[in-house]
């Protein structure tokens, strides 16, 4: 384990020989003799921590707030310290525990709302008896549930977990807490997978290899496809912008020459202007190009033509390759176009495969003569409507009055719910595991498992567009109860564990 503040003067050090020059970063970590991958690792935790970390306090100040107003209202209803029962002080230390509280923390909690005095030890075999029994719950009723999911990593300090995310519901329904995220990491989730028929992912290699294995499609990840390209196009920015800089230098220098310099060095400045306004000019007439490009690009990623039709697979196929082709053209160009490389795979455009086969069973009658047109403005209509309300096609279907339009809705929808282009749904769960990890330091993967059927089981709140429903819910999953802590007692009680009694 790092010590935090060799982080902190790592990266800050980073940061001041940027400052001084390019290469200096490099040389300062071989002084250091701190790694590449580590140092760079290190920064973007920092910044992410920076960036997220006065949200996530803020979060889990309110969840302490409203833990401790029910402490409170116990103490007040209770008649004091003798008013918790065994099973009470138990559903307290896991309802502290998955929100993001330490063992020494929910000790304080458990004896100021009246239960008895027990030691972070305690609390500890505690959580590792209910892991134990939490993890027989997510393998029953949670893994391998959905036909669509989101594949990639989280890191919990050095340790990456490995998730699965449904896209509609984010429930977790592949977990594994690995030493590194190869493909002999990723094996046993996707083995778990029992119905999953397609991912969106990142290009990892051992995640890909792992995928291909069971058998699984690939749908790449958005924002992996276009990010290298979108990195360099800011790089080339940036060199435009120093371009500027140096044609206004080289201004200045011609203005002092004009009141104070001879002949020979007014020639020298108005030269040297001359090729700086010329690379200036070039650079920002290239970026602009290649902008306009990268925009045609991220325009073929779009469901619906901008005349109003529905988008297919070979037409932003050939969309990306004329742009690409453009690309190549110029030296900038075609470096910006060996960065997308990979938008010319098969996967890039899986998702479109996907709506085409599965709308081709929509009938004439169904559609109407314009296919495409119709389509795709169902399509826009559809997909509009899903931003703000998740409700499951299988609770429309019972509502549906089995109307054509009912049947073309309902199939439309069906369809879009399982054409994801992205993996970011992974990012949203994430969120929730670091706000624990970051209170409890490390985790278990016993522990990560309960952690999931808490989320899992638990109602989204107000002002989510899931608001009302619950992971669980939302991937249609029947549960003998609604309560995450009487499933894990149902569970127990089977398995011949008793939870309670070891509180």
Not at 47 to 62: C, M
Not at 266 to 292: F, H
């Amino acid at each position: 384990m790092v010590d935090f503040s060799r982080w902190l003067e790592t990266v800050n050090g980073m940061s001041q020989s940027r400052r001084r020059g390019y290469g200096r970063v490099s040389a300062y970590l071989q002084s250091l003799g701190v790694p590449r991958a580590n140092a760079y690792r290190w920064e973007g935790q920092l910044r992410e921590w920076y960036e997220e970390g006065p949200a996530d306090v803020a979060a889990l100040r309110r969840e302490r707030a409203e833990l401790l107003a029910e402490v409170a209202r116990l103490r007040a209803g209770g008649g004091g310290r003798a008013g918790l029962s065994p099973h009470a002080e138990w559903a307290l230390v896991l309802e502290a525990a998955v929100v993001g509280t330490s063992d020494e923390e929910i000790a304080t909690l458990l004896r100021r709302a009246g239960g008895r005095s027990l030691s972070h030890q305690t609390v500890h075999a505690t959580l590792a008896a209910a892991g134990a029994v939490g993890r027989g719950v997510y393998e029953r009723y949670f893994a391998g549930v959905g036909r669509v999911g989101a594949a990639d990593e989280i890191f919990l300090g050095s340790e990456p977990l490995l998730l699965v995310v449904g896209p509609l519901s984010l429930l977790i329904s592949g977990l594994r807490l690995a030493e590194r995220r190869g493909s002999e990491d990723w094996k046993p989730v996707f083995a778990g997978q029992r119905e999953l028929v397609r991912c969106s992912a990142d290009e990892a290699r051992g995640l890909v290899k792992a995928r291909k294995d069971a058998g699984v499609a690939l749908q790449g990840d958005l924002f992996h496809l276009l990010g290298a390209g979108r990195v360099y196009l800011a790089a080339l920015a940036r060199r435009g912008e120093a371009a500027a800089r140096d044609h206004q230098d080289a201004e200045r220098e011609v203005e002092r020459a004009r009141f104070c310099g001879g002949k020979h060095r007014g020639l020298s400045a108005g030269s040297r202007r001359g090729q700086a306004r010329a690379k200036a000019d070039r650079l920002l007439a290239e970026y602009c190009r290649l902008d306009d490009l990268l925009g045609e690009i991220e325009k073929a990623f779009a469901y619906t033509t901008a005349e109003g039709r529905l988008a297919t697979a070979p037409e932003a196929r050939a969309r990306v390759a004329a742009a690409l082709a453009a690309m190549r053209q110029t030296r900038d160009g075609e470096r910006l176009a060996k960065k997308l490389r990979v938008l010319e795979r098969p996967w890039a455009f899986a998702y479109l495969d996907g709506v085409e086969e599965g709308l081709r069973g929509l009938r004439l009658e169904q559609v109407g003569p314009d296919r495409s047109m119709r389509l795709g403005r169902r399509v826009a209509d559809t997909l509009a409507w899903r931003r703000t309300d998740k409700t499951p096609v299988e609770w429309l279907a019972k509502a549906s009055t089995g109307s054509l339009a009912d049947q073309v809705e309902l199939a439309v929808l069906g369809v879009f719910d399982e054409a994801i282009r992205s993996s970011s749904y992974v990012e949203c769960v994430n969120s929730r595991v670091r706000l624990v990890q970051v209170a409890r330091k490390r985790m278990s993967e016993d522990f990560i498992c309960l952690l999931a059927v808490h989320h899992n089981m638990k109602t989204f709140g107000r002002g989510s567009v899931r608001a009302g429903w619950t992971p669980a819910a939302l991937a249609g999953i029947q549960l003998p109860t609604e309560d995450w802590l009487d499933l894990l007692q149902m569970t127990a009680k089977e398995l011949g564990k008793p939870l309670v009694r070891a509180a």
